[in-house]
């Protein structure tokens, strides 16, 4: 198959209550054969620009409105996005950036200590796209531990090519991995996790006599009106908000 995606609702079984959090919400999720990490990002970036641009383009009285009531630094900020390449910077570099601005005291504290191993909460990823970058930015080969087992594993035997895009106002927006297509690596990492091998005999079969490296990703589409109106919270951008125990309709 070519270039394929899909765009419908996504559930998320897990207590998450915030203000950037939904139990159902909508994701994008483009699939590109023969693609690294690194075509992946090129495309979440492009695509994520594409729609900015739209916008402005289509709905400029729309982007003026929020402009003047919600986010009066919008514009500029679209316009900034739109003509500005996004940073990439690896896992490793964004945690030791963190506990650099630590040590320096640029910022006072975070609610967790950042260090290599922890799954960035929103606060790591915030001040990395608000304070230190001003803008979106990928970061790019996480540690495997607290990733999925289908991402591909990178030489170092540490870490695999998963990437979060990380903007401003939001935090992530976007996560994606190039796959792992090498069967005696993908069973390893399933092992490795402590799942039931037999459970995903469907998905070994599509690699047991072959396959084409490619990734993909996935991008919150409530997450992308918020970057496109400044509105800060996700329920007031989805017609009836499902969030964690509370789910009436």
């Given at each position: ?7 419908g609702?996504?559930?998320?079984a ?24 690194g ?31 919600v ?11 739109i003509?500005?390449p ?10 030791e ?24 909460g ?14 979106p930015?990928?970061?790019?080969d ?5 990733k ?10 540490k ?13 992530e ?43 993909g ?9 918020m970057?496109?109106t400044?509105?800060?919270n996700?329920r ?8 964690w125990n509370?789910?009436?309709?």
């Open positions: 198959m070519g270039d394929v995606y899909t765009f609702p996504t559930f998320r897990e207590k998450s209550d915030t203000s950037r959090h939904l139990a159902e919400f909508w994701m994008i999720e483009p699939e590109l054969c023969f693609a690294e990490v075509d992946v990002m090129d495309c979440a970036e492009d695509y994520v620009k594409y729609c900015l641009r739209y916008v402005m383009e289509n709905n400029a009285d729309d982007v003026e409105f929020f402009n003047q009531w986010d009066k630094g919008l514009k500029a900020r679209l316009e900034n996005v003509n500005t996004f940073v990439r910077i690896s896992y490793t570099e964004a945690i950036t963190l506990e650099q601005h630590l040590k320096e005291k640029k910022v006072k504290k975070f609610n967790e200590k950042p260090y290599w191993g922890i799954d960035m929103s606060e790591h990823e915030r001040y990395l796209a608000e304070k230190v970058y001003n803008g930015i990928c970061v790019y996480f540690p495997k531990s607290f999925a087992f289908y991402m591909r594993a990178n030489d170092d035997g870490t695999v090519q998963a990437f979060d895009m990380l903007v401003p106002g939001v935090g927006l976007i996560g994606g991995s190039a796959r792992e297509e090498r069967l005696d690596k993908l069973d390893e990492m399933i092992l490795e996790k402590n799942l039931e091998i037999d459970a995903y005999w469907w998905y070994r079969e599509l690699r047991m006599y072959g396959s084409q490296p490619h990734g990703f996935g991008l919150g589409f409530e997450r992308l009106v970057m496109t400044g509105v800060e996700i007031d951008v989805i017609p009836f908000p499902r969030e509370k789910a009436e309709f």
